[in-house]
């Protein structure tokens, strides 16, 4: 197993590792605030610092097309159950 030090975010609590799941970015892992998304109440200091190098133009594309696909089986299962 991979050992780093996990760096603290601006509200001084360790960051939160989490991952990307956007065209650009797509499973590629940065560190976030640790409060972010937790509650109403609780505000972000949007600590953000990518964990993982930018991936390359092919795999990028590679992993976006099998989302897009997973993405469209899913949504053919949702209206089968549906009908």
Same mark, same amino acid.
């Given at each position: 197993? +991979? +050992?780093?030090?996990?760096?603290?975010?601006?509200? $001084?609590? !360790?960051? #939160?590792?989490?991952?990307?799941?956007?065209?650009?970015?797509? $499973?590629? *892992?940065? &560190?976030?605030?640790?409060? /972010? $998304? /937790?509650?109403?109440?609780?505000? #972000?200091?949007?600590?953000?610092?990518? &964990?993982? !190098? !930018?991936?390359? !133009?092919? #795999?990028?594309? =590679? =992993?976006?097309?099998?989302? *897009?696909?997973?993405?469209? %089986? +899913?949504?053919?299962?949702?209206? +089968? *159950? =549906? %009908?």
């Amino acid at each position: 197993m +991979e +050992e780093t030090n996990v760096p603290s975010c601006f509200c $001084g609590r !360790p960051a #939160s590792l989490r991952t990307a799941w956007t065209d650009n970015n797509a $499973g590629r *892992r940065f &560190y976030g605030c640790a409060n /972010h $998304g /937790h509650g109403f109440r609780r505000r #972000s200091c949007n600590f953000f610092s990518w &964990y993982d !190098p !930018p991936l390359n !133009p092919r #795999s990028r594309a =590679i =992993i976006v097309g099998l989302l *897009r696909k997973v993405k469209a %089986m +899913e949504r053919g299962r949702r209206s +089968e *159950r =549906i %009908m």
